[in-house]
T-cell receptor, first 120, second 113 residues
Framework: AQTVTQSQPEMSVQEAETVTLSCTYD???????LFWYKQPPSRQMILVIR??????QNATENRFSVNFQKAAKSFSLKISDSQLGDTAMYFC?????????????????FGPGTRLSVLP | DGGITQSPKYLFRKEGQNVTLSCEQN?????MYWYRQDPGQGLRLIYY???????QKGDIAEGYSVSREKKESFPLTVTSAQKNPTAFYLC????????????FGAGSRLTVL
């Protein structure tokens, strides 16, 4: 079974600075997806960024980027130029890429989350 | 705009009562999911459905039941058999087998008094 670990329950960062959230996972699979979801105080889960394991290039989305280290099973999220609106819970998630016909049943495995506070 | 609507946003229940949480999507997504969120535990899968009239248990299905009579709707019933039902419940959907992104509703907070 896959597991996802986020070792930082809470973090804070000053506005406009950079912060990195850590995520490690355990799997024997070679083909999978990794995600970072954001849950702001409204509690609406929002996809921040995703990475396909077979792609060596790290994904980026504006101020958000990842450092994907497949051998180390590490998937950290870097937020540059932090903004007050980045204050949220951040969840790292894993999804196995299964056979097409069975792909619906692929459970997303979520980490416990990191609560990020951006300070003015 | 397409999305997932969950209702009610807040629900209070007395012990021994069954309650049903609504989840409706207009995204034309095939698969729908119910997750439970507790502090410090991330999201745990309760049930999922790949197609109308079919659904599968997730990791923590005991004390819950679902139905999928329409593609758009996937209600969750929290029964009196659920020993610790106070939690935040999230409904999600996926477009199809080739899709790897979950889209979430805004959630429902259930409190047992």
């Amino acid at each position: 079974a896959q597991t996802v670990t986020q070792s930082q329950p809470e973090m804070s960062v000053q506005e406009a600075e950079t912060v990195t959230l850590s995520c490690t996972y355990d799997t024997s699979e070679s083909n999978y997806y990794l995600f970072w979801y954001k849950q702001p105080p409204s509690r609406q889960m929002i996809l921040v960024i995703r990475q396909e394991a077979y792609k060596q290039q790290n994904a980026t989305e504006n101020r958000f980027s990842v450092n994907f280290q497949k051998a180390a099973k590490s998937f950290s999220l870097k937020i540059s130029d932090s903004q007050l609106g980045d204050t949220a819970m951040y969840f790292c998630a894993f999804m196995k890429h299964g056979p097409f016909r069975d792909n619906y049943g692929q459970n997303f495995v979520f980490g416990p989350g990191t609560r990020l506070s951006v300070l003015p | 705009d397409g999305g997932i609507t969950q209702s009610p946003k807040y629900l209070f229940r007395k012990e021994g009562q069954n309650v049903t949480l609504s989840c409706e999507q207009n995204l034309n997504h095939d698969a729908m999911y119910w997750y439970r969120q507790d502090p410090g535990q991330g999201l745990r899968l309760i049930y999922y459905s790949q197609i109308v009239n079919d659904f599968q248990k997730g990791d923590i299905a005991e004390g819950y039941s679902v139905s999928r009579e329409k593609k758009e709707s996937f209600p969750l019933t929290v029964t009196s058999a659920q020993k610790n039902p106070t939690a935040f419940y999230l409904c999600a959907s996926r477009r199809g087998p080739g899709a790897n992104v979950l889209t979430f509703g805004a959630g429902s907070r259930l409190t047992v008094l």
